[in-house]
């Protein structure tokens, strides 16, 4: 069970477009359709952003979308905005019915 | 409104138990998959647990198995997380949270906080 990959930081002004990625194997991430995605902001609950890889929850800005190229998974917010500013994970079940998280990406918005 | 209220949290100390529960209120709780997840403090995520909606089929992580137990009693909306056999490793915040469609948690409650210390 071990963790997704992320990179630990990402940065970007307001205004432009990041990309977060997320690593994992054929048994997680590029078995399945699956991947979901999730911003925290400091002392809160996470909050589901993507599902099903590329799909928003109703209420969900349009500025989130996701993406999937084989063991890859990857989240990009376009527009950034200062409230953008949080951490992020991805998550990914996996063949033997567990789930695995990546460890996070701190993203700052400069 | 949908909601999800965990508690149960507290100090424990090493090699100890606690009961962690979670009230679901706003939608139909014995319809979906219900899982635990931890975050130790500074650290990311960490999935812990989970159920199916006929609370028949459960699974853990391996950093828990044989010592965590989860269950779920539909007619009381809750959740619960039997902890045992405690570490200090596990000292984290726990959230209760909803599995949606495909694999996603799309609901979270607010956490509880468990320390494990002597």
């Known amino acids: 069970q071990s963790a997704l990959t992320q990179p630990a930081s990402v940065s970007g002004s307001p205004g432009q477009s990041i990309t977060i990625s997320c690593t994992g194997t054929s048994s997680d991430v590029g078995g399945y359709d699956s991947v979901s995605w999730y911003q925290q902001h400091p002392g809160k609950a996470p909050k589901l952003l993507i599902y099903e890889v590329t799909n928003r929850p109703s209420g969900v800005s349009n500025r989130f979308s996701g993406s999937k190229s084989g063991n890859t998974a990857s989240l990009t917010i376009s527009g950034l905005q200062a409230e953008d500013e949080a951490d992020y994970y991805c998550?990914?079940?996996?063949?033997?019915?567990?789930?695995?998280f990546g460890g996070g990406t701190k993203l700052t918005v400069l | 409104e949908v909601q999800l209220v965990e508690s149960g949290g507290g100090l424990v100390q090493p090699g100890g138990s606690l009961r962690l529960s979670c009230v679901a209120s706003?939608?139909?709780?014995?319809?979906?998959?219900m899982h635990w997840v931890r975050q130790a403090p500074g650290k990311g995520l960490l999935w812990v647990s989970r159920?199916?909606?006929?609370?028949?089929?459960?699974s853990y992580a391996d950093s828990v198995k044989g010592r965590f137990t989860i269950s779920r009693d539909d007619a009381k909306n809750t959740l619960y997380l039997q902890m045992n056999s405690l570490r200090a490793d596990d000292t984290a915040v726990y959230y209760c949270?909803?599995?949606?469609?495909?694999?996603?948690?799309?609901?979270w409650g607010q956490g509880t906080m468990v320390t494990v210390s002597s």
């Open positions: 706003g939608f139909t709780f014995s319809d979906y998959w």
């Open positions: 949270a909803r599995g949606g469609v495909r694999a996603a948690f799309d609901i």
């Open positions: 159920i199916n909606n006929y609370g028949s089929a459960t």
């Open positions: 998550s990914s079940d996996t063949t033997i019915t567990t789930w695995v």
